[in-house]
């Protein structure tokens, strides 16, 4: 196995090498945005697939648009800085790919301007993160999704992940997968690292952007499907709590978690208490979309060690 690399400060070096100072200005304030961009290994092509790498780049584009910090590289170096990244790292199992844009600037100061901006690269060997199969168990959390009119939910904000990290924590300590967050006005907002759709009489029903979640890329890619593949009806519309409850069925979506059907919530199961069949059927499609099955939606992949390199859309 090669030695670990990142790209840190315009190069590649050795990952044990990629060190922040500790004045560093995100580090002591949060004041950085991330992506997490999937790898996805396909054992019968020897192939790892990356997952709609442009779209990240895009998302942590308007992160650090709103967050006021320049990336001073072209979608296009960006995406050939993954590529190579990955490449060179050798994996042969999932992954996860972590780029930042990161205020790096030593100095001490609360404040967006008048600090310098960097951007670095890492990637590291990433399994299942929720359990698919079995689905999720998860708790309504006490702490509220934080609102645009505090810090941006749309964006990546290392800061803000704070919120996510108390809501996770408190589900974990109570013995649950995950936590669904709510707004402040009680409404649905997302989990702590996915977003949430819920299924009644045959729709599949999602928050709109505007009830402080992330704009999910596996969200539009689950939804996508099933609209494409199965005919299904999307509704984009806040959600109760007390909805939850009665939903024919609730998954989730994520980088990280890919589609995972939650199973029960606040100890009510979720239709009947094992995965759903829609959830299912969705999921299986996606985790062949996205590990190169169906030549359909090929076009959302690029491969690593075949080296398409800045030709994937
Ligand atoms: N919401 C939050 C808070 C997240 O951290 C993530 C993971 N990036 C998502 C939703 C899902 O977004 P995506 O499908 O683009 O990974």
């Known amino acids: 196995m090669p030695t670990p690399t990142a790209f840190f400060r315009g190069r590649f070096v050795p990952l044990e090498q990629a060190n922040i100072n500790i004045m560093t200005h995100a580090f002591n304030y949060g004041t950085a945005v991330f992506e997490g961009v999937r790898g996805n290994w396909n054992d019968d092509e020897g192939e790892l697939f990356l997952f709609k790498v ?78 698919p199969e079995a689905g999720a168990r998860c708790m309504t959390s006490s702490w509220r999704r934080v609102d645009d009119t505090s810090i941006p939910a749309r964006a990546k904000v290392n800061g803000l992940y704070v919120n996510n990290a108390m809501a996770k924590t408190e589900a974990q300590l109570n013995g649950f997968d995950e936590a669904i967050m709510l707004n402040h006005d009680g409404h649905v907002s997302e989990g702590s690292g996915e977003n949430i759709v819920m299924i009644r009489r045959g729709v599949l029903v999602t928050p709109p952007a505007s009830d402080n979640i992330l704009e999910g890329i596996t969200l539009e890619t689950a939804l996508e499907i099933a609209q494409r593949e199965f005919g299904l009806r999307v509704e984009r519309r806040s959600i109760d709590r007390s909805e939850l409850y009665i939903a024919d069925e609730i998954f989730m979506t994520g980088t990280a978690a890919h589609v995972t059907p939650v199973v029960e919530l606040d100890r009510v199961p979720v239709g009947d208490g094992s995965p759903g069949v829609v959830s299912k059927q969705i999921q299986e499609f996606y985790f062949k979309a996205i590990t190169g099955r169906l030549p359909q939606y090929r076009e959302w992949l690029m491969p690593v060690y075949r080296g398409a390199k800045v030709t994937a859309s």
């Open 54 to 131: 442009r779209e990240h780049i895009q998302r942590i584009r308007q992160s650090a648009k709103i967050m006021r910090m320049s990336l001073k590289y072209s979608d296009d170096e960006i995406l050939e800085t993954i590529h190579d990244l990955v490449k060179q790292n050798g994996y042969r199992e999932d992954v996860y790919i972590r780029p930042m844009v990161y205020k790096s600037s030593e100095m001490v100061g609360v404040r967006m301007h008048n600090l310098e901006d960097d951007f670095l690269v890492y990637v590291t060997p990433f399994g299942a993160y929720l359990d």
